[in-house]
């Protein structure tokens, strides 16, 4: 079945540090990928998105390519900021689902330090 | 646009007694919308799909008669927590999408806390 794995964490990083999380899916056919973020205390977000091979999604700095020969999109962000500290997930949307329901990963946790 | 409000954003209730969550789309129509369960340090895990103007469709392990879905109308769905016990606490949250493909617009959240 589809699904999606993304590392765990916790991730701390220093202020202006680089950022990966890494995520690969399984999924059947062509599905679209999402990264979504938690802050503390708050519902999730959607961060950035991806529909198709090759594309990019970005936002707020972060970015993250969809790469069907490796089934990744990891994101990445070149330099984080303490307001980045969330709860990050990664998902799918199961293309052949009749209703298009999300799949996720379980989330990981960034912290970040001044 | 596309917001998605849910209320309340948290609430503690008495073993046994029933709590109801509220999914608002504010500024769209969502035929569909989503119910989900956060458990402490895990992913969210799909409830339910709820549908305006039928039944929702439960996923596999989810009782559907303590869990009551009803999707009246194309902006409002509403969760039921009946009989709640203090192993119902965690954390819930809908999503709905104004088109497919657009991406999910999640509301903020219930806390529900069972004592």
């Known amino acids: 079945g589809n699904s999606v794995t993304q590392m765990e964490g916790p991730v701390t990083l220093s202020e202006e540090a680089f950022l990966t999380i890494n995520c690969t899916y399984t999924?059947?056919?062509?599905?679209?990928l999402f990264w979504y973020v938690q802050y503390p205390g708050e519902g999730l977000q959607l961060l950035l998105k991806a529909t198709k091979a090759d594309d990019k999604g970005s936002n707020k700095g972060f970015e993250a390519t969809y790469r069907k020969e490796t089934t990744s999109f990891h994101l990445e962000k070149g330099s984080v900021q303490v307001s980045d500290s969330a709860v990050y997930f990664c998902?799918?949307?199961?293309?052949?689902?009749?209703?298009?329901?999300?799949?996720f990963g379980k989330g990981t946790k960034l912290s970040v330090k001044p | 646009g596309a917001v998605v409000s849910q209320h309340p954003s948290w609430v503690i209730c008495k073993s046994g007694t029933s709590v109801k969550i509220e999914c608002r789309s504010l500024?769209?129509?969502?035929?569909?919308m989503f119910w989900y369960r956060q458990f402490p340090k895990q992913s969210l895990m799909l409830m339910a799909t709820s549908n305006e103007g039928s039944k929702a469709t439960y996923e596999q392990g989810v009782e559907k008669d303590k869990f009551l879905i009803n999707h009246a109308s194309l902006t409002l769905s509403t969760l039921t927590v009946t009989s709640a016990h203090p192993e119902d606490s965690s954390f819930y949250i809908c999503?709905?999408?104004?088109?497919?493909?657009?991406?999910?617009?999640f509301g903020s959240g219930t806390r529900l806390t069972v004592v």
């Open positions: 999503s709905a999408s104004p088109t497919q493909g657009y991406g999910y617009t």
């Open positions: 998902a799918l949307s199961d293309p052949l689902g009749s209703q298009g329901n999300l799949i």
């Open positions: 500024d769209f129509q969502a035929t569909t």
């Open positions: 999924a059947t056919g062509y599905p679209s």
